[in-house]
């Protein structure tokens, strides 16, 4: 339990970390993973993309289909999630629907509870248009929207009135640039707190070592679903650490569990990848941060 109940934890290491290894992780690691996560104090799991027509390349966890479903829903304690690019499901400035039908039907809903939704400012109402689809499927839906940064507020707000009218459950800030401090941040609350009428949340990038400052200020100040991944494996210079943002808001009878089960996970599989991949934050990524360069061309 958090000390405020309305504070969702969402881990996403198995869908943003998969930018450093194809979301090849191994099926051993996705269970010792699984056991773990759900045990101290994450409520939402994101298990991977679900990317249309994946390459050979891209593993499981790229893929998130039946049969990989099926094998980890024994384990499952808490709710899953996918996300997907809305960029993926758009031909021609349209929804492509049939393709959105073949990868999200009734059959293929199975252990799936959450889907999110990565959108670009310009394809908002397209996204929209997928998010009605989903909902109609049974799915709850999440707008993550990117690079909040680079978005004016007398712009945003203009389209907040329109999504407060959309079919998302929840409206994400993604700063995919690593671009925000701590002032952006409580501005943003306050702009959000007046034009949103949904749940908040935040999805920090690591690129000047503020990912977890910057997501406990915001878990203070009306954001309320919080994005982490496994000792910050993602995308660039990677993001909050679970087991330190856990530790932060846990109450004090968790706090050994917490260190106990990360300590495990820790030694048995992400020091190996840690040391393979070498995510986290560096100068380079600092100055992308501040000049608000895409971290997959630093990376």
Not at 88 to 99: M, P, Q, R
Request: charged share 25%; proline share 2%; net charge positive.
């Amino acid at each position: 339990m958090h000390k405020n109940k309305k504070i969702t934890i969402l881990d996403c290491t198995l869908r943003d970390g998969g930018y450093y290894n194809n979301w090849n992780f191994t099926l051993t690691q996705i269970t010792d993973y699984l056991k773990v996560i759900q045990e101290i104090g994450v409520d939402v799991i994101e298990i991977g993309f679900r990317f249309p027509n994946p390459t050979k390349r891209l593993g499981i966890c790229a893929r998130t289909d039946d049969s990989f479903l099926r094998k980890i829903l024994p384990l499952k304690k808490k709710k899953f999630a996918i996300m997907i690019n809305s960029s993926d499901y758009i031909i021609d400035n349209k929804v492509n629907l049939e393709l959105v039908e073949k990868y999200f039907n009734k059959q293929n809903k199975i252990g799936i509870d959450i889907i999110r939704i990565a959108s670009h400012f310009k394809d908002l109402e397209i996204s929209n248009k997928i998010a009605e689809k989903l909902k109609d499927l049974g799915y709850e839906v999440c707008l993550n929207l990117m690079q909040i940064s680079e978005i004016k507020l007398d712009k945003l707000s203009k389209k907040l009135k329109k999504i407060n009218k959309f079919f998302f459950d929840v409206f994400y800030i993604a700063d995919s640039l690593g671009s925000l401090q701590s002032d952006d941040i409580l501005i943003l609350s306050k702009f959000l707190s007046k034009h949103m009428k949904l749940p908040i949340g935040i999805h920090a990038h690591n690129n000047q070592d503020l990912a977890l400052s910057n997501t406990l200020i915001a878990s203070k100040n009306n954001f309320n679903w919080l994005d982490a991944t496994f000792m910050g494996m993602g995308r660039g210079p990677g993001n909050v650490e679970t087991e330190k943002l856990l530790l932060n808001i846990s109450k004090k009878n968790m706090i050994n569990k917490i260190n106990l089960l990360t300590g495990f996970l820790y030694l048995k599989h992400f020091d190996v990848l840690k040391q393979r991949f070498q995510w986290g934050p560096n100068f380079l990524y600092y100055l992308a941060g501040i000049y608000s360069i895409h971290p997959s061309y630093i990376q």
